[in-house]
């Protein structure tokens, strides 16, 4: 089964960077794109961005001209390259590995003060 790992989260101030990253183990042919999503407390999770398998991204309007998402095949790990964080961003942010089903990590806490 696929698992995913994420690490690289922590508390910036506002105009700092983070990069995320999430290590995948697992069979690797069922996974069709990985994505990154983010939830505040009492909202929804929702998508930030996604990379397919055969490498078209998509970044949320909210966020683009900021993030980045990226992959390293070789390490079988996708990032979250998060430049000028805002408070706003604030979040835990969780990898996904979407296929025939999709698997989630554990999520890493991003916090960004004023």
């Known amino acids: 089964q696929v698992q995913l790992v994420e690490s690289g989260g922590g508390l910036v101030q506002a105009g700092g960077s983070l990069r995320l990253s999430c290590a995948t183990s697992?069979?690797?042919?069922?996974?069709?794109?990985r994505s990154w999503y983010r939830q505040a407390p009492g909202k929804q999770r929702e998508l930030v961005a996604t990379?397919?398998?055969?490498?078209?991204?998509y970044v949320v309007d909210s966020v683009k001209s900021r993030f980045t998402i990226s992959r390293d095949n070789a390490k079988n790990t996708v990032y979250l390259q998060m430049n000028s964080l805002k408070p706003e961003n604030t979040a835990v942010y969780y990898c996904?590995?979407?296929?025939?089903?999709?698997?989630w990590g554990q999520g890493t806490q991003v916090t960004v003060s004023s």
């Open positions: 996904a590995a979407i296929g025939p089903k999709t698997y």
């Open positions: 990379i397919t398998s055969v490498g078209i991204t």
């Open positions: 697992g069979s690797i042919f069922n996974i069709n794109a």
